[in-house]
């Protein structure tokens, strides 16, 4: 059985930084596996944050671009979002998803959001 446990979440002040991990179980990372990160405000849509390609490379969207970074330990089986320069509106609850097909369309994964297998999320708040 598949599961993604994200783990990491808490409440930090704007300017700090955390570091999201999501541990795979029923499967392992492999490197031609899409990963990523997926977050809701509160009273917002769920909106795609961060994937990773299965060579390695990443994307962010432009509201966390430069602030926040998506990566992975194969030899771990875990996924990590490092987050620094947190600001209020990063308060959200975070999500990891994996697809275990060999698409390359990552980028179409994130934002049309149809990952197969979610985590049940963490939360993360930023105060002001």
């Known amino acids: 059985q598949v599961q993604l446990v994200e783990s990491g979440g808490g409440s930090v002040q704007a300017g700090g930084s955390l570091r999201l991990s999501c541990a795979a179980s029923g499967f392992t990372y492999r490197s031609y596996y899409c990963t990523g990160w997926l977050r809701r405000a509160p009273g917002k849509e769920r909106e795609g944050v961060a994937v990773?390609?299965?060579?390695?490379?990443?994307y962010s969207s432009d509201s966390v671009k430069g602030r926040f970074t998506i990566s992975r330990d194969l030899a771990k089986n875990t996924l990590y979002l490092q987050m620094n320069s947190v600001k209020p509106e990063d308060t959200a609850m975070y999500y990891c998803a994996a697809d275990l097909s060999r698409r390359r369309d990552c980028r179409t994964l994130l934002s049309s959001q149809t990952f197969p297998y979610w985590g049940q999320g963490t939360q993360v708040t930023v105060s002001s």
């Open positions: 990773i390609w299965p060579d390695g490379t990443s």
